[in-house]
């Protein structure tokens, strides 16, 4: 029964057990079972998790070894995507955290998804400055640029970016998307320049598969 297997992976979040999640990951490629299908149980039993956060019933540590446990059923499991749900690469996606913040638990799960959706991910890490941002758009052939900020401090770096990237004369080269924080910081993001908002990792790719169709100075993106 792929219900089985499928509470297997929700339980590996829910118990931050990233080996039950990997050997429950194989058993879904062996039987040749939905691998979308299973990330989605994934990514809605760390939304679980979230919420147990939120109220109070789940710790900081556990957030993050649910989240690490995300990570390693992707790894599995995004390889084996259906070849007719997997979009062929739709573009190069650089993410990143900006400069002096360390969050890093959002920037991976859209990350994650984006690969999940058919982006080539590179993900340069947190802590990084403007200049890591453009090295590797330009390094990578980015088509889309995605910084994660969390902190109201830092949220100033989506504009330094953008104010990077237009002195290097890079700006009209790539879309820049920015994300963290929730619902209220998309006017932050409308302020700093950027091309768009993610609330969520849903709403990146969304935004991002968009992007991608608008980016006509990049004709390879949505091949
Ligand atoms: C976990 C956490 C930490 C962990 C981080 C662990 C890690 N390795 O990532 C630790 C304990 C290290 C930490 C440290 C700090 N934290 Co902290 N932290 C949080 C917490 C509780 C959750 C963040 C999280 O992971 N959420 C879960 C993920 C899934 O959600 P998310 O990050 O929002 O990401 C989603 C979307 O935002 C979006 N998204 C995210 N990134 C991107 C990028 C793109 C391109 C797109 C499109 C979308 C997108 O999609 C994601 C997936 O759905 C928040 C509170 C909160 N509720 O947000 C505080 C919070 C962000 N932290 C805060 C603070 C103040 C700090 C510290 C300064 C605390 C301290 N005094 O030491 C330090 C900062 C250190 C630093 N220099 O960065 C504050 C920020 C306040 C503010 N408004 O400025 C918050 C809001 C807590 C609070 N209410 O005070 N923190």
Known sequence: MSEEVFDKLRQGILNFDPEAIEKAAK?????????????????????????KYEDGDAFLPEMMMAAEALKAGTAILAPAVP?????????????GTVKGDIHTIGKMIVGAMLATAGFNVVDIGIDQSPSAFAEAAEKNKANIVGASALMSTTRPGWKDIVEYFEALGIRDKYKIMVGGGGEHTRKYAEEAGVDGFGRDAVEAVRVALKLGERNDKRPEVGK
């Open 83 to 95: 070849a007719d749900e997997k979009m062929p690469a739709v573009g190069t996606f650089v993410i």
């Open 27 to 51: 058993e879904v490629i062996a039987r040749g079972l939905n691998a979308l299908e299973a990330i989605d149980v994934l990514t809605g039993a760390l939304r679980e998790v979230g919420s």
